[in-house]
């Protein structure tokens, strides 16, 4: 498909180094974020069964995106 555009794919190194920034960027606001709910809400007297998981999960995907995005920049793969 890409060479139907004109385009090259990227090599191994680029693609690992895609998954390595992403997934850590990822994973270190994801835990930060995990813990401030997990402890606020139980400091609110809410259940963190009921509030963690939705909100987790949300940000999960919207911090992943936007991180993969940045790990393309950051590798080189798109300018």
Known sequence: M???LGRESARLVELVGVTLVS???TSVV???G???LVFGSYE???DPDNLVGPIVTTLGDIFGVVF???AVV???VVL
Do not use: I
């Open 2 to 4: 890409l060479r139907a």
């Open 23 to 25: 997934g850590l960027l």
């Open 44 to 46: 609110l007297g809410v």
């Open 30 to 32: 994801l835990v930060v």
């Open 74 to 76: 950051v590798v080189g």
């Open 34 to 36: 995990l813990l401030l």
């Open 68 to 70: 993969l995005y940045v």
